[in-house]
């Protein structure tokens, strides 16, 4: 039996508070973009080693997706959005004793219950936004959603060069000709740089959970899925799901590895450059990424999404082909500009996975949810590629997989019922 369903007006604070979400995980991602610049300097790492930043913050995605969506589809969004967010402000909590111990591996233990936290409310944020309204307009619905997410991503940037890498304003060869007890003092610095604002995130997160208790969400009990395909054996039956996932996975570890270097690339082009300087064309990238999201978004009312994916896609794979072959001006222009069309792809090829699903749209979300493992994996790829070959050879990464989602959108412009 299903609950009856709540009235739109008793779920406009439940579609707030949802769009809030989208902030928040999109404040949490690129705040790792920040620690990549400020751990590598703090603990003296290579560029590989700092990409264990993201490659345990997307594990928590791709080992909570399941049980997040188990959650919510036997107990409705709100235990699910209220655990994600509990989870997302006690990882955030943990960064306070992690600077006090001063271990890197403690800051990755607190990133990777923050990403679980994200995990639940990733799983539960995109199919809400999808199930409710017109199904022809999920696409362009979520993409609008999604909106929130560059503001939050701006957002943290801006924390992160202010309160955090602001702290800290010396250049590699700057401290390398400090004497050892200086540069100690300056490396202890960089570390509790991170506290303040990190508690800051885990009290206003804790807030939201809060809020989550009070406010009504759409449920509907296990009973409405179960009988009607709604098991997870059942979405691995659906090609245009499993292509989505495929894509998704591909998008992600373009995105976050080509955010998580942009600081990197900057410096390598221009020595002595800062990371706080270098952050500058980080922040450029993202509210390219907002605009393209409401530009993208408007553009979808004229053109399918499919095709506007392909388009954007296309043009994302030359551009981050001119950053490798162009490392320089040139290059970190053409690094920058693609944050614009990058802005459609997640919730596009999203949506485009979801169509059809019916039932199964909870557990299919999950699958897509999972694929974000291509943070982690593609990120320690170009890590590796960096740390051997240059950044500007790394470049040929993303390259890779933005052909990759080229390839799902120019397949996906088939109806659902043509790709099974």
């Known amino acids: 039996m299903t609950e009856r369903t709540p009235p739109a007006a008793a779920l406009r604070p439940a579609l707030i508070l949802t769009v809030c979400l989208f902030f928040l995980w999109g404040m949490a991602n690129n705040l790792n973009d920040i620690l990549i610049a400020q751990f590598r300097k703090a603990f003296v790492l290579s560029d590989f080693e700092t990409s264990f930043v993201q490659q345990v913050f997307y594990l928590g995605y791709f080992l909570f997706a399941v049980p997040a969506a188990m959650l919510t589809r036997a107990r409705g969004y709100k235990p699910a959005i209220v655990a994600g967010l509990l989870l997302y402000a006690a990882g955030a909590t943990l960064f306070y004793p992690a600077a006090q111990f001063g271990e890197y591996h403690y800051f990755l233990a607190a ?204 043009i994302s794979f030359a551009l981050t082909l001119v950053a490798w072959l162009a490392p320089g001006s040139a290059g970190l222009y053409a690094l920058v500009a693609a944050s614009f069309f990058m802005s459609i792809q997640f919730p596009t090829i999203f949506a485009l996975g979801m169509e059809g699903l019916g039932p199964l749209a909870r557990t299919g979300a999950s699958l897509i949810i999972m694929a974000i493992i291509g943070g982690a994996v593609l990120t320690g790829l170009m890590g590796f590629m960096s740390d051997r070959f240059g950044i500007a050879a790394a470049m040929l990464v993303p390259a890779g997989c933005f052909m990759a989602v080229l390839l799902f959108a120019l397949r996906a412009r088939r109806p659902v019922g043509a790709t099974a």
């Open 111 to 314: 990133l990777f219950v923050i990403a679980c936290g994200l995990a639940f409310l990733e799983t539960s944020a995109n199919p809400l936004m999808t199930e409710i309204g017109d199904p022809a307009g999920a696409a362009r619905r979520l993409n609008w959603a999604q909106a929130a997410n560059p503001v939050g991503t701006l957002a943290g940037v801006a924390i992160g060069k202010y309160f955090i890498l602001g702290k800290v304003a010396h250049d590699d060869a700057a401290i390398a000709a400090m004497p050892a007890a200086q540069q100690t003092a300056v490396y202890r610095e960089a570390v509790l740089a991170v506290q303040g604002p990190y508690l800051v995130i885990g009290l206003v997160v804790l807030g939201f959970a809060i809020a989550a208790l009070l406010i009504r969400f759409p449920q509907h009990s296990a009973r409405e899925f179960e009988g009607s395909g709604g098991r997870f054996v059942d979405v691995l039956r659906r090609p245009r799901l499993l292509g989505a996932a495929a894509a998704q996975f591909f998008y992600v570890g373009a995105q976050v590895g080509l955010w998580s270097y942009t600081i990197r690339y900057v410096q390598a082009g221009t020595p002595g450059t800062t990371e706080a300087s270098a952050a500058d064309f980080l922040f450029a990238s993202l509210l390219l990424f907002g605009v393209g999201r409401f530009a993208g978004s408007a553009l979808m009312t004229r053109i399918a999404p499919a095709r506007l994916l392909a388009l954007f896609a296309a």
